[in-house]
């Protein structure tokens, strides 16, 4: 089939969740935050099995992770201005 399967590229938890982690707190989210949201991403579950206090934060976190990345484009197009 190729030279390569789809094992070869399933990252463990663990590394979700760092990954998860390193970007939310390259994008200034607080590192305990961060930490709690990565977990919770990185475990995949449904957003039904979460409960309303876990997805309100999830989602109040990754909001700001995305509103600093914006940011971060909009400074970094304004200097090729």
Request: net charge negative; with cysteine.
């Amino acid at each position: 089939m190729g030279w390569f399967t789809s094992n070869e590229f399933s990252w463990s938890t663990e590394r979700k969740e760092l990954l998860f982690q390193v970007e939310l707190i390259h994008r200034a989210i607080p590192e305990g935050r961060a930490a709690q949201v990565a977990k919770l991403l990185a475990a995949d579950t449904p957003d039904e099995l979460l409960t309303a206090e876990e997805q309100q934060f999830v989602d109040e976190v990754c909001r700001l992770w995305l509103k600093r990345r914006s940011q971060g484009r909009l400074i970094g197009l304004s200097s090729v201005l």
